[in-house]
């Protein structure tokens, strides 16, 4: 086949219309939350708000088959448009990859839910300092004695 009649291939969220995109995350060891069921739990877990997002995160049960780091992103429609709420993803995305690897905790569901206007418009240093501050403040005490 040439590349003019080549056939177009679509993702799964593309071809359906949903907004729920399966992403993965280039970094060993930590992958995309994607049922609702895991984002139900994170939502009655440990939060933490900060100047551009908000942080809920939870240690998994040992009962979990799960391993690893999971994250999940949201943005609700008072966020914006579906540009002003994916351009929020997409930094919530990359700043995710850029300090839990190092700050987070194997065995944890984080799910970083961006806030109006805030998430976009925020400078991306203090987006990253935001990130690691909420990840000390929602890990309390769990990592005091992990550090020896």
Same mark, same amino acid.
């Not at 690897?101 to 805030?118: H, T």
């Given at each position: ?14 071809? !359906?219309?949903? %907004? ?8 060993? @060891?930590? !992958?995309?939350?994607?049922? $609702? ?9 440990? $939060? ?8 809920? #995160? ?8 799960? !391993?690893?780091? *999971? ?13 002003? $709420?994916? =351009?929020?993803?997409?930094?919530? *995305?990359?700043?995710? $990859? ?7 905790? &194997? ?9 109006? @206007? &805030? ?5 991306? %240093? ?12 929602? =890990? #309390?005490?769990?990592?005091? @004695?992990?550090?020896?």
């Amino acid at each position: 086949m040439t590349p003019s009649n080549a056939p177009m291939v679509m993702a799964p969220a593309e071809a !359906t219309g949903s %907004q729920s995109a399966v992403l993965s995350c280039s970094v060993a @060891g930590i !992958t995309t939350l994607q049922k $609702r069921a895991d984002f139900l739990l994170a939502a009655r877990a440990r $939060r933490q708000g900060t100047s551009s997002f908000l942080l809920q #995160g939870r240690q998994r049960r040992d009962t979990e088959s799960a !391993t690893g780091i *999971r994250v999940g992103y949201t943005c609700s429609k008072k966020v914006g448009n579906a540009v002003k $709420r994916n =351009h929020a993803k997409r930094r919530l *995305r990359e700043a995710a $990859r850029l300090v839990i690897p190092d700050a987070g905790l &194997d065995g944890w569901d984080y799910v970083l839910i961006g806030k109006s @206007g &805030d998430t976009s418009a925020r400078d991306f %240093q203090l987006l990253l300092k935001d990130l690691r501050y909420a990840l000390r403040k929602v =890990h #309390g005490d769990t990592n005091k @004695g992990q550090t020896r």
